[in-house]
């Protein structure tokens, strides 16, 4: 019962109140100087030391305030000498740093003249001494000059009002000697953590053993250097409570210093744990929302209302190439001036920015280009906190891909297209073309029939037109399955060695103009130029080109065919003074199926493969083929061919050939 009575005062030591009249004060001691050998457990209590501390040898010297020490001896060394008894009123230290002013009764069991014998001390708590703060009051003074009955009350009093005060503190009031053993700890301590507060004070490392182990090492070494420097602080650790709880403490510590060391210490530990959970879960909350808003494909940007930056992603920053350098202190005008640097309308990019600033409720969406040609569509839309419109949340999303894949897909769709158109187109030239030739073949066959039936003579003029639609209809034919060879890869060509001389005379030698405004001309060097190839192919593109010459030249003109050498290749050209190519056609012109759009204006018809097919001979021979010409000028075809023997001329070619 008086146990808990002092426990819950917080006043073991000092409340005259708390000390039961049942529980006497005594000790036994003796010697000179004095020592004692036995002390009352309820002395104990009020003095806050324990037996082995008491029985120390200089502990009464300790014990005794030192002014009032020689009194104490001077009583005690009387008493054993002439075996009486007297009494003595002293103040004694008490744990916590208190003074208490105890009346002790010494009367001795055994007297000695040399003060060896044994003497017992009955000891009454006269009232609780001013605390060490109060020392120099003036009813400290009262109480050390003379206790009176009103004074001890009116200690008590204010001791008491003390208490109750500190334990309405919401939090463990505390003080420590320098060696961090407790010598006060508020009601609050039992109430926190469950342990009675007398054991705080009497286990001499009763924070340490209750601290989290993760916690055990750190907290104490922080605290002593602290102290040791005489320095105010602050920490943050857990204690295990009695039933298990890990309770998390704010400690808010003063130091209080004499002689530049420390003397005690003094602090108020504040229950934080709902706080410290409640931070974590914040913690956890926002890192979840981090790692959400760093795992999104979309580059996000968060300002507020006075256009500070107030969260972004890592996708963000590596769709704008933002450097570690650069983020230390971005605002969103920084990183607008920057953005400038790398879209490729900055002042359109920037107008736009400043607009959606301007009207904070407006979203949008729209497309910027990047100077190295990615291209990002970007929404903005107002951040809202409830009803209240706290910022602008901007995202971009690289769509470059899609673009491009989207632009690709269109492309494909147009050349599909197109095929088709060409398909089309070919469809109705080829049969128009195909049927050309097959009306007149017609009559002149049924001219020839009629003379036969009715046994006249056949004019050699139907004959000969017959097959020369013939050889037209063979010719078309010819180009189609060559054209079809081709793409399927399947044109074979013989490589033999030939004077190129001999292939060009002679197919100029069978040439013969279709009309008599057309004039012929051939020229070629003396040197005999050698070539390898397959003859039969190599005339069917003189001829083409020849045929095209004329055909293209419908109001006659001189078609010249020449033959050089330049450096190591055979020139060959076919020049007319034709229709000539429109500039926008000519690199087209050796596709499948190409006719120039002035072609029909010539008044002949043409499947657009002949070219083609040239194409692929000279360069299936290791040559070049390409045409130069004016649209209305008339036209030169060139192709080259390896030469296989002699070294190159001294002159190079006029031009480096440009390609078909
Ligand atoms: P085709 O003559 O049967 O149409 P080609 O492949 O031989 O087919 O020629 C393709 C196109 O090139 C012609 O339709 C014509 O537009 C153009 N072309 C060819 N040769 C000449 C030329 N000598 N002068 C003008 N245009 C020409």
Request: charged share 25%; hydrophobic share 40%.
């Amino acid at each position: 019962m008086a146990d808990t009575q002092w426990s819950e005062a917080g006043l073991e030591a000092t409340d005259p109140a708390s000390v039961s009249p049942d529980s006497p004060l005594l000790w036994l001691g003796g010697g000179l100087p004095p020592r004692l050998r036995w002390v009352s457990p309820s002395l104990l209590r009020a003095l806050g030391h324990t037996l082995e501390e008491c029985r120390a040898r200089d502990f009464v010297q300790r014990l005794v305030h030192s002014e009032d020490l020689d009194r104490v001896l001077e009583a005690w060394r009387r008493v054993l000498r002439t075996g009486g008894s007297c009494s003595v009123e002293f103040r004694a230290g008490a744990t916590r740093g208190r003074l208490v002013h105890l009346s002790v009764e010494l009367s001795a069991v055994e007297s000695s003249a040399d003060g060896g014998g044994e003497l017992i001390g009955t000891v009454r708590v006269l009232v609780p001494a001013a605390r060490p703060v109060l020392q120099q009051s003036t009813t400290a003074r009262a109480v050390l000059e003379g206790p009176s009955e009103e004074v001890a009350q009116e200690l008590t009093r204010f001791d008491r009002e003390h208490v109750e005060l500190t334990d309405t503190v919401d939090g463990i009031v505390w003080s420590t000697d320098a060696s961090f053993r407790f010598t006060f700890v508020s009601k609050q301590a039992e109430r926190l953590l469950g342990y009675p507060t007398h054991k705080w004070m009497q286990e001499p490392d009763f924070w340490v053993k209750h601290l989290h182990p993760e916690d055990q090492e750190w907290a104490p070494a922080f605290c002593m250097k602290a102290a040791m420097e005489c320095r105010p602080h602050e920490l943050e650790y857990r204690m295990i409570a009695e039933d298990g709880r890990v309770v998390w403490l704010r400690d808010i510590v003063t130091v209080i210093a004499e002689d530049g060391a420390p003397r005690e210490l003094r602090g108020i530990m504040v229950d934080v744990t709902e706080h410290r959970r409640a931070r974590e879960h914040l913690e956890h909350m926002v890192s979840l929302l981090r790692a959400t808003l760093d795992s999104t494909t979309d580059g996000v940007f968060v300002v507020d209302r006075r256009r500070r930056v107030t969260a972004y992603n890592g996708r963000f920053l590596e769709l704008w190439r933002i450097s570690d350098e650069f983020r230390k202190d971005w605002d969103s005008e920084k990183m607008l001036t920057y953005a400038l640097t790398q879209v490729r309308h900055p002042e359109q990019f920037r107008e736009r920015i400043l607009a959606l600033y301007a009207a904070s409720e407006q979203e949008s969406f729209d497309i910027v280009e990047m100077l190295d040609g990615r291209i990002l569509e970007r929404y903005s839309r107002p951040q809202r906190l409830g009803d209240t419109i706290v910022g602008r949340v901007w995202s971009y999303r690289d769509v470059t891909a899609e673009r491009r894949a989207q632009a690709e897909r269109e492309r494909l769709l147009h050349e599909a297209e197109e095929a088709i158109r060409v398909r089309d187109d070919f469809l109705s030239i080829a049969s128009h073309e195909l049927k050309t030739p097959l009306t007149p073949l017609k009559l002149h066959l049924q001219v020839l029939r009629q003379r036969a039936v009715s046994g006249q003579p056949f004019p050699l003029q139907h004959v000969e037109k017959a097959l020369a639609q013939v050889v037209r209809l063979s010719g078309l034919i010819n180009d189609l399955l060559d054209t079809s060879r081709i793409q399927a890869g399947r044109l074979e060509l013989k490589h033999e060695p030939m004077p190129l001389q001999h292939l060009t005379r002679e197919v100029f030698a069978d040439f013969r103009p279709v009309s008599p405004h057309h004039t012929l001309e051939y020229e070629e060097p003396d040197e005999t130029l050698t070539i390898q190839g397959d003859r039969g192919r190599l005339a069917q593109v003189l001829v083409n080109l020849l045929e095209n010459a004329i055909k293209y030249s419908p109001t006659g003109g001189t078609i010249r065919l020449t033959v050089e050498r330049y450096g190591a290749q055979a020139l060959v050209s076919v020049t007319d003074r034709g229709i000539g190519i429109p500039s926008d056609q000519m690199a087209h012109l050796f596709e499948r199926f190409f006719r120039a759009r002035n072609a029909p204006i010539s008044g002949f018809g043409g499947l657009g493969l002949g070219l083609y097919i040239c194409r692929d001979i000279v360069e299936r021979h290791g040559g070049r083929i390409w045409v130069e010409s004016e649209a209305g000028a008339g036209s030169t075809f060139r192709f080259t061919l390896p030469v296989m023997e002699g070294a190159a001329d001294a002159h190079a070619p006029p031009a480096a050939p440009p390609g078909p």
